[in-house]
Structure formats: C-alpha cells, structure tokens
C-alpha cells in the first residue's frame, strides 16, 4: 500500500487526516518539529489501523534542511500533505516586522521550500498528489488577520501553479480552504458553533475530494457560498467594514 | 457554555478545558478552581459537572496491546465504540459493557459500570489490570488492586474525585462472532420474572425489561432477554452467508431538537409499553442479533434524550439486597405504578457478587432503573421511593443521580466515610469537587 506524508503532523486537522488515510489502509510517515510528541499517536495508530507508521523531525523553516529530509525518506510517499498553519498575532504582526516575517516563513515560505522539492520528485515519477490546505483568509485581506491571510493567499496561488505544471505529469495537487475549525490553533477565538467544524469532518472532506480528485475544497461545504459573497462585496463597501 | 448531562437536568454554564498530553493537563491543574473530569457526559445528573471541566476528547490513544492475551492499554478518554470497532473484527469483546457504547474508559472506571453479565462478570474494575491515576497536585500513580490499592479501589466507581484517569489496562475477552444468541421469555408478573432470573443464572447476559405501568396481578409483567455470545459453528447453522466478526452498518436516525413536553403523557408511554410487551408472541423466542442490536437498542437512535424535552428526564436506579429484593421491589413498583408517572425502559437485572471498589453501586440483589420525564410531581414521589429505598437497606446509583438528598447518600453507602477520608488523602486541596459530590457533602 502507498505511504502519505503529513507535514505538520502535530495540528488537529493533521492528525485527523493520519486516522482517516490509516482507516483507508495507507502507511503515514508523520513529520514534526519534535517527534517524541508524536509517539502515543504512533503506537496508536499503528494498533488501530494495523498500518506501517513513522515520525521524522522536520523543521519547515529549516530551508537548509529539506532537500536532506526529503532524500532520506525511505520509502518515498505517493500523497503529501501539507497541514502547517501558524497564525499568529495579527496587532503583533503590525507592529513587529519579525513576527510578521515569522507569520509568512511558516506559512508560505516553508511550504514553496519542501513542496518544490516534492514536486519536482513526483513530477519525474509521474505519479502521486499534494494537498496543501490553505485558508478562506486567503481569498481576500482582511483587516483582523491580513498578514496569515496574505500569506496564504501566496499558499493558495502557489498550490494553483503548481496543479498547473504537473497536470501533465500526472500529479494531482488539491488546494484546501478551512473555514472555522475547533483546533488548538483556534482555541482561544469564539468560533460561532452553527459555523464552525470538528476536524474529524474536515479530513473525511479532504479524503473524498483527494480521491476524486477535485482541485479547490471550501470546507464544510457552506464556506464556497460564505467566500462567495465576501469576493462579491465591490472593495468601495468591503474597505468600510469591519471585518 | 452552557453543559448538562444525559438528562439535561440540570444545565450550568462551565468553562470546558481539553488537554492531549499528560503535561497539558498537568499545567491546566496548576491553576486555581475546583474541576470535575468529563468524558462524553453520559452519566444522566450532575456527577460530571462543575464550573470547571475537564474533558477527556483528545486524550483517546491506544498505547498497546497484547495479541495473546488480549490486553489492552488505551488513555481515558477513548469510546467503548472505537474499541469495538478495532477489537471486534480481531475477535475480541468488551469483559464488561453498559447500555451505551458511547462512553469512555475513564468513564467506565469512574462509575464503575455494569453489564448484563454482572451476576457472573462482576462489574468494570473486576477486569481492569492497572491504571495511572494524576492527583491534583500533577503527581502520576500506577495504581492496581496489588500496587496502591487504596487508589485503586476509590477511584473504581469514585466518580473522578480521587484524581484524573490517565491510562487503563484491562482484558478483553475471546469472540468467534459478533452476534448474540438471545432468548426472549415474557413474565406474567414481578414473582414470575425474578424465577426466570433465578433460572438463568449460567446464561452470560440477562436483563429484563419491565412495564411500570401495569397494576395489581400484571404487577412488574416483563419480557426478560438472555443471551450468549454464538460460535462460529452456531452461526454457520443460523446463515451461512453471515461473515462472523463483521455486521453490517446499521443505519442510525437522530431526534433532531427537543420535542415538545406533551409528547410522553401518560397514554403515549402506556401504548407504548403495551405495544412493546405485546410484541413477543410466545412464552420464548430466539433469535441471532448483531452485538449492536443485543447490547445498544438505543444507540441506533442519537440523541433519543431530547423525546423528553427541554426540561429534560431524571432516571432513578437503585439496588436492593438480595434479602429485601422480592418485598421491596414490589412495594416499590406498587408506589410507581400508583403514581402513574414512570415512563418506558424500565429496566430489571439480578446482581452478583461485587468487588471491592469502595463507591461502586452494584451489590448482590435487584436492581431496577427507570425514567422519569422532569416535573414537580416525579421529586416528590422521589421523596417516596427514597425513604423506600433507604428502608429495604437499598442505595441509588450515583451516576443516574441527579438530586438524592447528602442524608440519603450517606444512610445508604455503607463506606461513605471510608471513600471521604482517602478523597480527602489523595486530593488535599479539593481540586475534583462536582456539583453531586457538593450535594452529596462527599
């Protein structure tokens, strides 16, 4: 059976995905930034869904280091999956360049690293995919967290290109965009619950519209129509809300 | 936010904390406040309740598991239902399963909780092997019925306020399939079906359900189920087109809001038995059913607690002992049945023996539980039944509880204080303290 790659194996929607790609009987390789906290997942996984698992270090703004990490994977996955967010503290962020710049390394600038690498891989085996999950912040600034979401904005065209230069090869990339979730990252907001998905849900998305081989997944569903009419709001009305 | 347990009776609004490391919640304790662990919020009143909870969601993992003997050790907060989705098809069953699959571990252990087995399997702890146990203070104990046992045994059935259940260890036991033989009898009245329980005393699994409302002769008339699970050699006679160890997906219904309170008046709930009771034909029936059908009828409907309503429903379960079971069961079924307010899925089981957990509910003898919609009538006929319960020598399970009186509970644990004193030893400062636990001055 082919082996997943999770980047970012640590946040819920990640760890969300490692169980429903093992239910579907592929192996995981799980990347984090430290690894022994990934161990109880591992024996976990492995015990639930009789698959092969693995944890690797992977430090995504580490550049330096990607070419080796990926080298050295053994064996090299079909799927990767890129699930590292790091939101940060948007008044921070105004104020404080290298926090803003701490904002786009680990958003966008990690991912162009390890993922131009992955796909170049792919690319010559003509085979496999990439999901990236990107975000609704993405599709349009806001004044409450532009900087994530200029961030992965440059994540959201990044993944377009790249599904543009491997269709040829083969290679399926899947953009994800998240409305709101219950994770860690999100704990301390007050998402409204009617609005706001389990990250179980979320990956059962990802899984089907992987399978299908679909190219931009809003989800849950209704964040294509909320997304919708925030990118119909003409700009001369959108600048004067409060958002 | 607004929480309650499966009653919805009573509501509070609780911050909820979620931890998935034993670090996070090691730094959650440092805080200040009294807590209460939670696990899905199965039990009925207000045992996982407090203005602070700590839920167990992400804290589910499964850290090994021993193919030979079937041992498993898993972290609290994991379903029953996703250890039988793992367990089942690799031909291995719960030792012990309530009601509901959708509870967790560390639930399980807390309430110490009962199956249809109990009068040969005992109760939860009976099969659990070890566990870790984080005091308020973020020290971690192994604990087992050799190794700190006074830990041991106060938190099997101690209701989360020893400390948080971290991990458990415990046995499974051996299937060949996932069905259940079961016979159904019908019991003309209360004498009837305690002599078919008597009867069967070597099945695995018996549990009767008993119509509250018929009087007089068809006092406590009942249709007692008794199953074992079936070996591959029993299935093949039944279908040979049946795959052993996989069922099939049931398919579940949800009640989507709260219904409205007139629903479940007293000639709803009366057709309702009656149609239930009738359903049976012959004196016995047999049949194969899936585990899901034989252990869990109601999980296939979600959400079923919301047919009472918004107030909610209370469900009142006591234990008599053996000696008192026949006068006072009857007595106390009179008392119900006059009232006229109990309602379906009333439910009778004989006990066996029991360890030594020192909170735990069960005990050799009767016991029966049923639901009552919430209104004013159903506390002062609780009032009743209290003073019954307390004068046949019985008790009332903790886990149902949601408003027996601190006078109540101590008349009727006999090692009340004896649970206190080592509460009060592992938990110095009070940290796990639930609304019951205040209630019940523990």
């Known amino acids: 059976m082919q082996t997943i790659l999770i980047l970012g194996a640590n946040s819920d929607i990640a760890k969300a995905l490692a169980h429903e790609y093992a239910e579907h009987g592929y192996h995981l390789c799980l990347a984090v930034r430290n690894s022994e906290r990934l161990d109880e997942d591992v024996h976990d996984l492995k015990i639930r869904y009789q698959v092969e698992v693995q944890s690797l270090e992977f430090d995504a703004e580490d550049y330096a280091s990607h070419e080796d990490f990926y080298h050295k994977l053994s064996p090299k996955p079909h799927g990767v999956i890129w699930a590292i967010g790091y939101l940060g503290d948007q008044q921070q962020a105004q104020v404080d360049f290298e926090h803003a710049e701490m904002i786009v390394r680990a958003n966008y600038l990690g991912a162009i690293s390890i993922l131009n690498i992955v796909a170049n891989d792919l690319e010559s085996r003509k085979s496999g995919f990439i999901v990236g999950i990107s975000s609704v912040a993405g599709d349009r600034g806001r004044q409450s967290n532009y900087i994530y979401g200029s961030a992965k904005a440059g994540l959201t065209a990044y993944l377009a290109g790249l599904r543009n230069r491997l269709y040829s090869s083969n290679v399926h990339v899947l953009t994800v965009k998240p409305g709101y979730v219950y994770t860690k990252m999100s704990s301390h907001l007050n998402l409204p619950p009617k609005l706001t998905a389990q990250p179980a849900d979320v990956a059962k998305d990802i899984f089907q519209a992987q399978q299908k081989l679909k190219n931009i997944l809003y989800t849950k569903w209704y964040w294509n129509f909320i997304m919708m009419i925030v990118k119909l709001i003409p700009e001369g009305i959108f600048k004067k809300l409060s958002l | ?442």
Request: hydrophobic share 35%; net charge positive; with cysteine.
């Open chain 2, 1 to 442: 936010m607004q929480l309650s347990g499966w009653g919805n009776y009573p509501k509070i609004k609780a911050k909820v904390h979620r931890f998935a490391t034993a670090e996070d919640l090691q730094s959650l304790l440092e805080c200040n406040g009294e807590y209460i662990v939670r696990g899905l919020g199965r039990s009925y009143g207000d045992s996982s309740l407090a203005s602070h909870v700590i839920s167990t969601d992400n804290f589910n993992r499964i850290l090994s598991f021993d193919e030979n003997k079937g041992v498993v050790c898993c972290q609290a907060g994991i379903q029953l239902k996703e250890i039988l989705n793992v367990f089942i098809p690799r031909g291995w069953f719960l030792p012990v399963t309530p009601g509901t699959k959708f509870i967790t571990i560390g639930g399980a252990i807390a309430s110490d909780v009962h199956g249809k087995n109990h009068h040969v399997d005992g109760s939860f702890s009976r099969h659990l092997l070890e566990m870790t146990v984080m005091l308020g203070d973020g020290r971690v104990i192994k604990c087992s019925p050799g190794l700190e046992k006074d830990l041991f045994w106060a938190t099997c059935g101690g209701m989360g306020l020893t400390g948080v259940i971290l991990t458990a260890t415990f046995r499974l036991i051996r299937i060949e399939t996932a069905y259940i033989h079961q016979e159904t009898l019908k019991a003309r009245n209360l004498e009837h079906v305690m002599e078919l329980f008597e009867a069967s005393n070597e099945w695995t699994y018996s549990v009767a359900w008993i119509d509250c409302r018929s009087r007089g002769k068809n006092l406590g008339r009942s249709l007692l189920m008794r199953g074992e699970h079936v070996t591959s050699a029993g299935l093949n006679e039944v279908s040979s087109s049946r795959s052993s160890l996989k069922i099939p997906v049931n398919r579940c219904l949800s009640v989507p809001f709260d219904c409205p309170e007139f629903l479940m008046n007293q000639y709803t709930i009366k057709a309702f038995n009656m149609l239930y009771y009738q359903r049976i034909r012959n004196s016995i029936e047999s049949s194969a059913v899936d585990y899901n059908q034989f252990f869990y009828p109601l999980d296939s409907v979600h959400h079923w607690n919301r047919i009472y309503g918004k107030r909610g429903f209370i469900q009142y379960q006591f234990v008599l002992p053996r000696s008192t079971s026949e006068a006072g069961m009857q007595r106390i079924l009179q008392e119900i049945a006059k009232s006229g307010l109990g309602s379906f899925l009333a439910v009778l089981k004989l006990f066996g023996p029991q360890e030594e957990s020192i909170l735990s509910f069960p005990e050799p003898g009767y016991t029966l539980g049923l639901d009552f919609p919430f209104k004013p009538e159903v506390i002062q006929l609780f009032n009743k039944l209290d003073y019954l319960v307390l004068h046949y020598g019985g008790k009332l399970y903790l886990t149902k509880d949601a408003c027996m009186s601190s006078y109540m509970f101590k008349n009727s644990y006999q090692d009340n204080q004896k649970f206190s004193s080592l509460k009060w030893r592992f938990d110095i400062s009070g940290k796990f303290q639930s609304i019951q636990s205040k209630r019940l001055e523990i």
